[in-house]
């Protein structure tokens, strides 16, 4: 009989998740088990929560499964691997992040380095399959990342919030690389903290943060804005071009409403790009012409690539990135996703199996 472990599982739609028992899994070919030391919560998750059926299954997704897809932890075993699985610089023992977003590593896309484009991305662990939230999880050797000495129990948001911030300031960076450029980064929640220090650390530009939490400013003045703003309202796109000297190069949009959708592209200067990350849903009313700044860049994604992975890792490794989490134990997830639901976080909550 296969021994079971604790698991926070999906297991009908329209219902709420379980704690339940489940196998330990084995991992399969070029396959790695990997011991969960810490899965970071997203607000993605509770989207899965209330998805009808209809979508998940027109996404490839099949119940029941277990969620959690910004995962830490530590390698247990590896299973057979093929002569093509790249695994000689991993060892058992070792601590690893798991790429959040899926991909087949084979399609035009993968091959030019565009993951977030491969039609696999709708399908991955802890979206569709068996995810984070358990004791154990496995996963293909390519989407292992080394993280040195970083504590993989607090590690699990460079995975996910940390590398899709990564993702849209590695897009941006082109047009932020004089002292005396500016991005607007709208949102101070878990991707708005990261991409402020990753902003810092990879450009010389001043950095703009709007977020109605004075804690979240204040913590986003910590972790690299040279100026915070309350918003979002009516006066948001006035007050950030004053700040910037007519109006800011770059805005990176991690909210994704109709207020912070106007108010960032009103608050442009010509010539800039637009990184619209959040995905609350917002529409951009009124003309085109009215609202988008002439000669910008627009655009928007999900998720990121192991290279924003990797990027992150390192940058934490050099200490240039701080994780700002809390920690939560598999007992307490339930709740932890009502804090999150409700608003309640500076920072990101990971929940650690074996707390």
């Known amino acids: 009989m296969a021994e079971l472990m604790t698991a926070y599982r999906l297991v009908e739609w329209g219902h709420s998740p379980e704690l339940t028992y489940v196998p330990i899994p084995v991992p399969g070919e070029d396959e790695a088990l990997v011991a969960v030391a ?16 209809e979508v998940g299954s027109a996404l490839g997704w099949h119940m029941p499964f277990t969620l959690g897809h910004e995962i830490g932890g530590t ?11 790249s695994a000689e610089q991993f060892t058992v023992g070792q601590a690893v992040v798991l790429v959040s977003a899926n991909s087949c590593g084979q399609c035009a896309d993968c091959n030019r380095g565009m993951e977030t484009l491969c039609s696999s991305a709708t399908t991955g662990r802890g979206y569709g399959r068996d995810g984070g939230l358990a004791e154990f999880v496995v996963a293909p050797v390519r989407d292992l990342v080394a ?61 703009l943060v709007v977020d109605r939490d ?3 400013r204040s913590l986003a003045q910590e972790r690299g804005a040279h100026q915070v703003l309350d918003g979002i309202d009516r006066s948001t796109a006035k007050a950030l071009r004053e700040a910037s000297d007519g109006g800011v190069d ?4 991690v909210i994704g409403t109709d207020d912070s959708i106007i ?20 529409l951009l009313p009124k003309s085109w012409f009215s609202n988008f700044p002439q000669e910008a860049e627009i655009f928007t994604f999900q998720g990121s690539t192991r290279r924003d992975v990797a990027a992150v890792a390192a940058l934490l490794g050099q200490g240039a ?27 990101r909550i990971v929940v650690q199996p074996g707390r």
């Open 214 to 216: 004075p804690v979240r």
């Open 321 to 347: 990135v701080e994780l700002d989490v809390e920690v939560a134990a598999l007992s307490e997830v339930t709740a932890a996703y009502e804090r999150l639901g409700a608003g309640s976080l500076t920072g």
């Open 38 to 53: 810490g899965n970071g919560l997203c607000h993605s998750d509770l989207t899965m929560m209330s998805m009808p059926g």
């Open 250 to 253: 770059v805005v990176i949009d």
């Open 75 to 85: 390698i247990v075993s590896f299973g057979p691997l093929s002569a093509t699985a």
């Open 263 to 282: 108010a960032g592209m009103r608050s442009m200067r010509g010539g800039g790009s637009f990184a619209l990350v959040g995905s609350e849903g917002g």
């Open 147 to 207: 993280i040195g000495h970083v504590d993989p129990g607090r590690a699990g948001p460079l995975t996910d919030a940390a590398a899709t911030s990564h993702h849209a300031v590695a897009r941006v960076a082109k047009y932020l690389q004089s002292a005396d450029s500016s991005v607007a980064v709208l949102g101070a929640g878990g991707l708005g903290i990261f991409a402020c220090q990753i902003l810092a650390a990879l450009t010389p530009a001043r950095i």
